[in-house]
């Protein structure tokens, strides 16, 4: 199976294919384990510009992110899925991070920040974001009921596939994935 990967995602970006939202099937193809639960979308959904509030304290909207793929994923620190889940992020993060792929966080719900520092040293996590949705408010627009939700943006800033639960973000499937998007956008 993972030889059968490994070659649709050498096609897709020896022959510059175009993975557009009308045709995911080389991105389904790289689904494996817990990336069978990333579900992509026939068609890009606009991102809300519904304000957080950033690490330093500052607002932003998920507009601030456009001209690079995302992979948001929306926590809490009493959340034990999350705990599970946030050093693959982490991994995920230190690997593939570049000026076309960045991993965002953001804790919703009451969250404190002390709270949410010692969760990110009790789990060894130093690399990413410690943006805050104190009343769900942008959680609400998204859509998300439960905890950890992850959706991934396009440079457009749009949704394109969301994942309900935690996952393996470090896994050679999310990997190849996100090779997949970022190599197919910066060749055109």
Sequence with gaps: MK??????LYMAVALGANVAMADTAALEALRDGDMKKLNFHAQP?????????????STGTLADFQ????LLNFWATWCAPCRAEMPTLSNLQRE???ENFEVVTIATGR?????????FDEIGVDNL????DPKSALARAMGVFGLP???????EGREIARLQGDAHWD???AKAIIAALVSTDSGS
């Design 67 to 70: 001209g690079r793929y995302v």
């Design 45 to 57: 959904a606009a991102a809300p510009l519904t304000e957080y509030t950033r690490a330093d304290g």
């Design 96 to 98: 593939m991070q570049s």
């Design 129 to 132: 974001p410690l943006h805050t």
């Design 149 to 155: 939700i992850t959706v991934i943006l396009d440079p």
């Design 171 to 173: 896994s050679e499937s």
């Design 111 to 119: 969250n404190a920040p002390t709270a949410m520092a010692k969760f």
């Design 3 to 8: 030889i059968i990967r490994q070659i649709v």
